[in-house]
């Protein structure tokens, strides 16, 4: 009887440890991999990578809505001490104006084996400058540009495609009837810019003087959720810098609505020189309130971990 019990309890330790060996080894990557994307890799397959797992969260809504417009009191806490102005409108007020004038529909939830969507971020760096990755950037399903890069005169280097614009009221600039609008608030008002920009154009000043108005698709328009903001700037970069860059929004943003991602236009040139690739005169760029080196080190990370390709220019 007791050699019984032995032999059993035995067996069951071996199992236990047969079964925690399997859970430890087991490689997240080898999961699941064809019924994510149709994509030959897909961004969210897990990664053997702790640092990608640990800090990839898809509960976290990357775009404002009437049903997920409520902030927690931590997320309320954190956008409001980034606004200088005290005297800020009442969130709740501003949000109802909000979706009474643009849409809030669910976007980019089909995700599945069936979609494989290549997207390309497109930074406004020097690097771009005679690159020639034009048409490589338009073959991309979306292309998403950075505040007031252009493209016409620079086709051959930048491409002529968007899709989505990334913009706060301070970098605001006119777009087709065919791109998104994404609005980075990083205050209440520059959501209430956006409602003065499409209707009394009476808001011609922040802590700068900004555009009243802005020419933009209506039913187009996006807006970042602050609780995104935070999640960028505690989670990925550790509270680097004040707040995140538009750039590097857009590409934590890309990570949660595409399959593969491209990043163009980002970094120095390959002298160590930081410009915009539209500007004549190319000068060292002071990257303010932003942690410019810090958001390129973690986005280097990614492409070391297969997660994003990164095309460096000249």
């Known amino acids: 009887m007791q050699v019984c019990y032995r032999y059993c309890y035995l067996t069951m330790v071996t199992c236990v440890i047969m079964v925690c060996m399997y859970l430890v080894f087991l490689s997240p990557a080898d999961e ?68 009474s004038l643009f849409p809030d529909n669910e976007h980019y939830l089909d995700a599945g084996p069936a979609r494989c969507r290549i997207c390309a971020v497109v930074g406004n760096s020097g690097n771009l400058k005679g690159s020639q990755y034009g048409h490589l950037i338009d073959l ?67 802590y700068k003087k900004v555009r009243p108005s802005v020419n933009a698709n209506r039913h187009k328009v996006m807006i970042l959720h602050p609780a995104f903001i935070k999640y960028v700037h505690e989670i990925w970069l550790l509270k680097h810098g004040k707040y995140p860059s538009t750039g590097f929004l857009a590409i934590i943003f890309a990570l949660h609505i595409c399959d593969q991602i491209s990043a163009f236009g980002f970094g120095a040139d390959q002298y160590g020189n930081w410009y915009h690739y539209f500007e004549k005169t190319a000068y060292n760029l002071r990257t303010g309130a932003h942690s410019g080196s810090f958001e390129f080190d973690t986005m280097m990370q990614l492409y070391l971990e297969y997660k994003i390709q990164v095309f460096r220019g000249r």
Not at 68 to 77: E, F, Q
Not at 191 to 198: D, R
């Open 32 to 99: 699941l991999t064809e019924d994510i994307c149709a994509c030959k890799h897909c961004v969210r397959q897990q990664s053997r990578s702790t640092w990608f797992n640990e800090l990839y969260d898809l509960s976290i809504p990357p775009l404002l809505t009437r049903e997920n417009y409520m902030l927690s009191g931590d997320v309320y806490k954190y956008w409001k001490d980034l606004q200088k102005n005290t005297n800020e409108a009442n969130y709740t007020e501003v949000v109802e104006r909000l979706f």
């Open 140 to 206: 991309h399903d979306f292309v998403i540009r950075i505040n007031k890069g252009p493209t016409e005169g620079y086709e051959k280097d930048v491409g002529s495609k968007t899709t989505h614009r990334f913009i706060y009221p301070e970098s605001a600039m006119d777009v087709d009837n065919t791109t998104h609008l994404v609005l980075s608030p990083f205050k209440i008002l520059d959501m209430e810019w956006l409602i003065s920009a499409f209707t009394t154009k009476n808001i011609t000043r922040t």
